[in-house]
């Protein structure tokens, strides 16, 4: 069974994802003295925000910006059909019009087009 993915699903879920995996690999090996940038006990005293409130705006951000680019993607792509539809409707005019020209044209058709 072949599962299908939209682009407009992996370019919403995909940053989230590898987001959140690099925010496990920090918090892995964040536990460890020496790859640290600042200690334990200096890094408790500078922050003034607790982590569930850190996640907490974090999950916040991310729905936000979820559904900010799922109408954007959705809007772009309907007014993209609109214009691909323009587009051919002119096309189709100038097609019909230059070959009524053609038509009443008394040159040769080679030296007309």
């Not at 408790?44 to 982590?51: A, I, P, T």
Request: positive net charge.
């Amino acid at each position: 069974m072949e599962v299908k993915i939209s682009d407009e699903f992996l370019g919403t879920v995909a940053p989230l994802v590898v987001y959140w995996i690099y925010s496990g690999f920090y918090v892995l090996f964040g536990s460890s003295e020496k790859y640290r940038l600042h200690s334990m006990k200096e890094e408790d005293d500078k922050n003034l925000v607790s982590k569930k409130t850190v996640v907490k705006g974090v999950l916040l951000q991310q729905a936000i910006q979820a559904v900010v680019a799922i109408i954007l993607f959705t809007v772009i792509y309907f007014f993209w059909n609109c214009l691909l539809d323009f587009v051919f409707e002119i096309r189709a005019f100038i097609v019909r019009y230059k070959k009524s020209i053609r038509d009443r044209d008394l040159m040769w058709f080679c030296v007309s087009c």
